[in-house]
């Protein structure tokens, strides 16, 4: 097979852009993991009555970093 | 001593966007049974502008960003790239958020803590009894501090324990007056 073929420049940029996306995308879904998990225990070390919201919001980063992961894997 | 007896029937109130907390309804772990929480003070919301700042910037970078990606990327990248790009930035907005909200410090009717929050992965919790304080010091200076009432408050404490110090908060000389109240309170029990 002929890889110059088969890899135009075209190609080549969409494979690298896909890569880098699917990367970024695991690097920020640990990011919120770790971010979600210390809010957590932060929660629990002093507790306000914003806990809820503050835990909502934490998971709902969890999610976005899901989301754009398998964005990433569909590009 | 009339300023204890005032501290002690204060109502519970909100002040300076939650940065100066009298009675606020917060636990913290290991709190004793008769423990009462009096005040909790953070960072001032004006130390905070900074990243506000920044997070602003970087949306405008990356509206304006919108403008150049279409001549060498999809569609679909495209809305990738932006939805990164909104994700990342709220990202650094609620990383800072939490470490504002989470650094905190408590006074108590026995104790002072000291929460510290730091690159959100790194935590410290330092304990300070009443009794085993030796002095507070408040410090503020320089124009905004001035303006809007924040400075340092530094508490020593004996031996070798750990020293405690709320940086940034609001209204340091009250917080300093509360706590030699409190001292005061502790030492002759009236």
Redesign the interface.
């Known amino acids: 097979m002929d890889l110059n073929s088969y890899f135009n420049n075209k190609e080549l ?2 494979l690298f ?1 896909k890569a880098f ?1 699917v990367v ?2 695991i690097i ?1 879904l640990l ?2 993991i ?2 979600a998990k ?2 957590d ?2 929660t ?6 914003k806990k809820p919201l ?1 835990i909502l ?2 998971l709902g ?1 969890v999610g ?2 899901v ?2 992961l398998i ?2 894997l569909l ?1 | 001593m009339e300023t204890v007896e005032k501290i002690e029937t204060l109502p519970s109130s909100y002040q300076v966007l939650h940065s100066f907390n009298i009675r606020p309804k917060l636990r913290f772990e290991a709190q004793g049974d008769n423990e009462e929480v009096i005040l909790v003070v953070r960072a001032h919301p004006i130390t905070q502008i900074p990243w506000l700042l920044n997070g602003l910037i970087f949306i405008v970078f990356f509206y304006y960003l919108n403008f150049f990606l279409p001549s060498f990327l999809n569609l679909g990248q495209i809305i990738f790239v932006n939805l990164f790009a909104l994700a990342t930035i709220f990202a650094y907005i609620w990383f800072n958020f939490l470490s504002w909200y989470f650094n905190v410090g408590i006074i108590t009717n026995q104790r002072v803590v000291d929460v510290d929050l730091q690159a959100v992965v790194y935590r410290e919790v330092t304990y300070t009894n009443i009794n085993k304080i030796e002095d507070v010091t408040s410090k503020g200076g320089g124009f905004l501090a001035s303006m809007f009432n924040f400075g340092n408050v530094f508490i020593q404490t004996a031996g070798t324990e750990v020293n405690v110090e709320f940086m940034n908060i609001p209204k340091p000389s009250e917080v300093s007056r509360i706590i030699n109240n409190l001292i005061y309170v502790k030492k002759n029990g009236s």
Do not use: E, R
Not at chain 1, 44 to 49: A, F, H, Q, Y
């Open positions: 940029l969409n852009i996306a970024f995308s920020y990011f919120s770790v971010l210390q809010a225990i932060m629990k070390t002093v507790d306000t009555s503050i919001i934490s980063q976005l970093g989301g754009l964005y990433s590009l």
